[in-house]
C-alpha cells in the first residue's frame, strides 16, 4: 500500500543534543511538509518542499532546517532542541500544491526533550 | 480574528444520533475545504475533502460548503463509539493549508 512513513516514532533527546526524524512516501508525490502539533493545538505548518524547492514559514525558528536528498526522502532537522520543542512531529505529502492539494499524513514522531 | 475557527467542545453525542461539526473561515478567496479525523496521539486522517458549494457524501459522512457564509460543516449519520475522535477542519486559501483547533467529539453508548 502506497503510504507516508516516520521513523522513529518515538523519540527522546537531550536538551541541545541535535536530533533528526525522518519522512518517506510511496506515493510519488511531488510536495512534501513538516507539521510541528502541540497538545490540543492545532498542527503548525514549518516548511514545505514542492520536488527541490524549499518554502520556510515565515515564523519557524532557525533552529529547525530540512532536507530533502530525493523524490521519497525528507528530513527534519532540530539543531539545538528547546524544552518547548516538545511535540508531535507530522510529516505529510500532496500531490500538487494550491487547490485540491489533498494531503496526507504519516504516523508522526513524539520528541521528548529532556 | 482567527482564519479557521472551530468549536473546541467537548461535543457530546448519544450513539446512533447525527454529529454536528462547524467551521468558519476568514478567507474569501479559499478554495478547498477539508475535514481531518484524529485519534489522541494519532495523526490526522483525512476523511472528506469539499471544493463546491453544496453537499458531498460519503458513507456516513456528508460535508456540507456555502462560501457565501464562509461556513463548512460535517455531519456524521448513525454515529459510533468510533467516531469519538477530534475533527479538525483545514482550509487552503493559497498553497497551504490553515487548519483550525478541532472540535472534540464524543460518542456516548
Known amino acids: 500500500d502506497a503510504m507516508v512513513i516516520q521513523n522513529p516514532r518515538y523519540q527522546v533527546t537531550q536538551f541541545g543534543k541535535p536530533v533528526t526524524l525522518s519522512c518517506s512516501q510511496t506515493?510519488?508525490?511531488?510536495?512534501m511538509y513538516w507539521y510541528q502539533q502541540k497538545s490540543s493545538q492545532a498542527p503548525k505548518l514549518l516548511f514545505h518542499?514542492?520536488?527541490?524547492?524549499?518554502?520556510n514559514e515565515a515564523d519557524t525558528p532557525d533552529n529547525f532546517q530540512s532536507r530533502r536528498p530525493n523524490t521519497s526522502f525528507c528530513f527534519l532537522d532540530i539543531r539545538s532542541p528547546g524544552l518547548g520543542d516538545a511535540a508531535m512531529y507530522l510529516c505529510a505529502t500532496s500531490l500538487r500544491l494550491g487547490v485540491y492539494n489533498e494531503q496526507f499524513f504519516g504516523p508522526g514522531t513524539r520528541l521528548t526533550v529532556l | 480574528q482567527k482564519e479557521v475557527e472551530q468549536n473546541s467542545g467537548p461535543l457530546s453525542v448519544p450513539e446512533g444520533a447525527i454529529a454536528s461539526l462547524n467551521c468558519t473561515y476568514s478567507?474569501?478567496?479559499?478554495?478547498?475545504f477539508f475535514w481531518y479525523r484524529q485519534y489522541s496521539g494519532k495523526s490526522p486522517e483525512l476523511i472528506m475533502s469539499i471544493y463546491s458549494n453544496g453537499d458531498k457524501e460519503d458513507g456516513r459522512f456528508t460535508a456540507q460548503l456555502n462560501k457565501a457564509s464562509q461556513y463548512v460543516s460535517l455531519l456524521i449519520r448513525d454515529s459510533q463509539p468510533s467516531d469519538s475522535a477530534t475533527y479538525l477542519c483545514?482550509?487552503?486559501?493559497?498553497?497551504?493549508?490553515?487548519f483550525g483547533q478541532g472540535t472534540r467529539l464524543t460518542i456516548n453508548p
Open positions: 483545514a482550509v487552503c486559501p493559497s498553497t497551504s493549508l490553515v
Open positions: 506515493l510519488n508525490h511531488n510536495v
Open positions: 478567507d474569501r478567496g479559499s478554495q478547498s
Open positions: 518542499y514542492y520536488d527541490k524547492d524549499f518554502n
